[in-house]
Every structure is written in C-alpha cells, then in structure tokens.
C-alpha cells in the first residue's frame, strides 16, 4: 500500500502534535510569490537534507506532496481534489511529519489564505522568488497591491528574502517595503541582468542566499550544474513529427510566459520556423484572461507568430486584441486535429499557454505526448543543444560562484 | 412595513437554521449558491409576500444576463463584477416594486444581485450547478415550510 496524508478534519491529538512539532522546530520557511514555489521546495528541501538538517517540504497546488526523508508523499484529498480546507491540510501536516526545518509552499491564491497559513506555520523566513500578474481577483489589479499581499501579516517574520529578476518588481518592493515600515530583515537579490532572461533564474540565487543565512555549506559547483542542468532540460521544446511543441500553459502568468516565450525563441528555434499560439481560456479565471490582454497584443505584432487559436470562456476581447492573427477554437477534438495538421504541414512551432489546468489542454497534451511516442525515429530536433545547454549552465555557475557569499542569519 | 424591520423570534429562528443548513451544506458539498444570507432571507421575505419570490427571480435573471454580457464585452471580475450585479439588481427591483406599486424591505433590491454573482461563480467553476441549484431549492423550500409552520404557531 503506498504511503498518503489523508486531509480529515484534524483531532485533539492531532492539534497537540502539531503544537509540539512547531514549537520544536528551528526553522519554518514559507516559499511565497507566483511563479515557480513547488520547485524551489523541492530544491530547498533537497540542499538542506544534502546538508543533514531534518527537513519536511509540502508542495501544495493540484498534486500537493509532502516531501520527507528523501521520500515523496501525495497528500490524498478525497474524492474531490478541490473540496479540501487549508487548515486541514497544514495542521495535519506539521503533526505526523516532526522536523527541524519545515519549507512549506503558501499559495498565492488570496490574501486571507495566505495570511491563514502564515498564521499556521508562524513562518521565521518568508522567500518571495517573483511577483507577477496573477490571482488578481484574491490578491489585487495593480502591481502595487499584488506586492502589497506579500506584505501582510508579517508578525514573527524575522528575515524576507525577495528575488524578482525584474528591476522595476524589484524597486516596488523595496518603496513598500519602507512606506509599510516592516520591521523584519528584508535582503532584496540583485538579479545580474545578464542572466534575467533565463526563465525561474532567481532559484538558484535564493538557494544560495538561503543556505548562506542558516550558517551551512554553500551550494557546490556539481548543485549548480545538476539544478540548472535539469531546469534547461524543462525548456527544450518537445519534438513530434515534422513539428515542435512546447507547453507554456503551467506558467499561468504572462510574464513568466513571455520569458520562456523568448528564451526558447531566442535559444531552442531556427528563425525560420513558424510559430502557432494555442491559449486556453477558463470562464473561472477571468482576471488571467484580462492579464493575458497585452501579452495577446504583443503576439498580434509578432512577425514570427503566424496564427494564435483561442478557446474556452469569454474570447471576445481577446480575439478583439488579436485582429486577424486570432481564430476561435471549439472545444471539438476534431478542429484540434486540423490545428495540429496546420503546424505540421508548415513545420512550425506550437506552444500552448495560459490555463494548464483545463481539460482542454489535458486531451491536446496527452495527443502531442502519444505523437512524441509514436515518432521517434522521425522526430524533428530543437536547436537547444547539448553545447548551448552547457553554455548557459556555465553561465549560471560562473555567475553564482564569483559574488559575495551572504551572511548568517542571526 | 414595520413588518420587515421588527424582528420577530420565528424569524431569527428561520435565519440561524439558514446559516446553520449552509454551513453544513457548505462543509460538506462546498456548494455556495445565493451566498450565505440570501436564502434564509428570501425564505423570511417570501413568506411575508409571494410576490416577493416572483421580483426575485425576475431581478435575478436580469442582473445574471448582465453580468455575463459586461465580462463577455470587457472581462470584467471579482468585486467590481459583484458591484456591477448589485447595482443591476438594485435597478431592477426598483422599477419592478415601482410598476407593482408593492412594499418591500430595502435589503431585497440586493438579494437578485449577490444570488446572481453567486450563480455565475458557480457555472464558471467546477462545481457541479445543478447539484448547488437543487441543494438550494432543497434549503429554500425546507425554510419555506419551517417558517410556515412555525408562523402558524407564533401568531
């Protein structure tokens, strides 16, 4: 039988235990912000148990884990994978997994369950690796009050650690950061620009920032080439018959969209290859279809994107953004084909984007998997190389091991 | 029109069985149609006037028509999608009280347009609608026959 955390309503012993494991744990670090928190648990989680500190991680998200003595655990909801309640979930967790150090991931979903779970794990480290557009609706319209969410209920907070490789991000938080007075230590990583366009860059920088302020060995040369070995692994677009893909549609924001967007552009296609746009939009995420709105604009006046198909909920406005290049797409698997013909008959580039999670998406990505496995011998390659791999993990060890190393937290 | 205003202890009673209906239903089913106050309300208002039952349906038709035309046109969401319900419902239920030259309590000009809001949440997401549309009929009508019998009693 394989081991699973069952999320029930906790018990008396239940409460007792966890009170007993938060009290007995040295640290509880909360992996906030939008994009990219489940890897960098799993990473955290990873370098600290290489460094023999006893560690729980918990990625939370649609296939929540608990991640424990070298072991992953799924974390069993039930039925209905959705109906669950955080405290639950969280209370549980931290009662049948006693550790020193917890890393715990605290969905950016709305201000009030951010701040539940901060009031769950009292966090003493916060690390914010991003903040983009997304969860609009829970969390705020404007950049200023989506970085403001992060801001809030900071009590017992004794060190922030935020990495946005955007430099205006970046001066936002520090200007909120003063005008909100908070009082706990704030350290802001300085990104070097010539890697911000290395899509979830900023891992590496607060891994090292992190293992540096716990007193502990700092990332080794073989770490830095493993991680950021398997990170440009993720960026390679997939090769199917006469045709290449990629799924974007995890990313969930435009930002971080438009940057895999342009790396994979910029390092894993030939110029002349055509790019197709497939979107999947939700009727429940409207405020994502309303952040997607410039992103759509821009691809609009891409020359290299030839076509961008849209389906789901509420396309108006975003085929109106699009003009000519856009086309609706009915959820008939029969249209999908023909969509995937196009790209094939042109030797083009498909990438998907926006909702991941839609069933949509889940029926084309199970197609282009099963076309990725039925061509093998024919498949068309990337131009992402083994060379150009090793030439931007060079870059990112070359960058990581010549900076200053940062202090140990007090 | 005191009525409306002056609260009687069968109609406390209906309202803390209403809250108590939704969070269990809520706990179990996580099911959320018409919100938390609007059903033990309607049911309150309902037995007062029938009527009151037929504005609301009306209203809350219109302002859901609404709303799915503003976000269909501007993807409009969250509170102000909520503001824009209330106010169409507000609207609504005005004109139709004003042509039915009927009195009412002031909190039913909102009621249609936070049962809308929640409606369209409802169909967004994954929840199953008709599921959440029977589980709120079934609350409504057990409301509607507690308040009854216990008016009976009361009065």
Redesign the interface.
């Known amino acids: 039988m394989i081991e699973s955390l069952r999320v029930r309503s906790p018990s008396r012993r239940d409460f007792e235990r966890y009170i007993r494991n938060l009290q007995r744990s040295k640290h509880r670090i909360l992996v906030e912000g939008m994009r990219g928190k489940s890897s960098l648990v799993e990473i955290l989680t990873w370098l600290l148990e290489r460094r023999g500190a006893a560690v729980a991680g918990k990625i939370t998200g649609l296939t929540p884990e608990v991640i424990y003595r070298g072991r992953k655990i799924p974390i069993d909801r039930g039925e209905d994978e959705k109906k669950f309640f955080l405290d639950h979930e969280n209370v549980l967790f931290m009662a049948n997994y006693p550790a020193d150090i917890y890393v715990v991931e605290n969905q950016a979903i709305k201000r009030a369950t951010m701040r539940l779970v901060r009031r769950i794990y009292r966090p003493d480290i916060i690390v914010i690796p991003n903040v983009r557009y997304e969860h609009m609706e829970g969390l705020g319209d404007t950049p200023e009050q989506l970085t403001e969410a992060f801001l809030l209920g900071l009590d017992g907070v004794d060190l922030i650690i935020f990495s946005d490789p955007n430099p205006v991000n970046r001066k936002l938080f520090e200007e909120l950061i003063e005008r909100r007075r908070v009082e706990s230590d704030v350290h802001i990583i300085n990104v070097p620009e010539e890697l911000s366009w290395i899509p979830a860059i900023e891992r590496f920088f607060i891994s090292r920032e992190l293992l540096g302020r716990l007193g502990m060995e700092p990332l080794t040369e073989k770490e830095v080439e493993d991680l950021a070995g398997s990170l440009l692994i993720d960026l390679i677009p997939h090769s199917a018959r006469d045709f290449l893909w990629y799924d974007a549609s995890k990313a969930n924001d435009p930002e971080s969209t438009q940057l895999i967007l342009n790396f994979i552009l910029k390092n894993g296609l030939n110029e002349d290859r055509p790019v197709y746009v497939l979107a999947c939009l939700r009727g429940d995420r409207i405020d994502r279809s309303r952040a997607f709105l410039d992103m759509f604009g821009r691809l609009r006046y891409d020359p290299r994107v030839e076509r961008v198909w849209v389906t789901g909920k509420y396309l108006r406005p975003v085929l109106n953004t699009l003009g000519m290049k856009g086309s609706k797409l009915s959820h008939d698997f029969g249209e999908v084909i023909e969509v995937i013909e196009r790209v094939r008959r042109d030797g083009g580039f498909l990438f998907l984007m926006v909702n991941g999670v839609c069933d949509f998406m889940d029926g084309i990505r199970r197609f282009l998997e099963a076309e990725e496995a039925e061509s093998l011998r024919r498949r068309e390659e990337s131009i992402l190389s083994h060379r150009r791999i090793r030439l931007i993990k060079e870059m990112i060890t070359l960058s990581l091991m010549s900076t200053t190393r940062p202090r140990i937290l007090a | 029109m005191t009525e409306y205003i002056v609260s009687s202890p069968y109609k406390v009673f209906l309202l803390l069985t209403g809250f108590a209906i939704g969070y269990l239903f809520y706990s179990k ?2 099911y959320r149609v018409g919100g938390v106050i609007v059903t033990p309300l309607l049911a309150i208002y309902t037995l007062s006037n029938p009527i009151f039952l037929l504005l609301f349906l009306v209203a809350t038709s219109i302002s859901y028509a609404t709303i799915e035309a503003v ?8 509170r102000r ?1 909520f503001y824009v319900s209330c106010f169409t419902s507000g609207v609504v239920t005005f004109i139709l009280i004003y042509l039915m030259n009927v009195r009412h309590p002031l909190m039913l000009t909102i009621l249609p347009g936070i049962f809308a809001y929640n409606l369209f ?1 409802d ?4 929840s199953n609608v008709r599921k959440s549309l029977f589980l709120w009929s079934l609350e409504f009508s057990f409301l509607l026959i507690i308040g009854y019998v216990m008016g009976l009693m009361w009065r």
């Open positions: 089913f996580m976000v269909n046109f501007r993807l409009v969401y969250g999608l949440s169909v967004n997401s994954v």
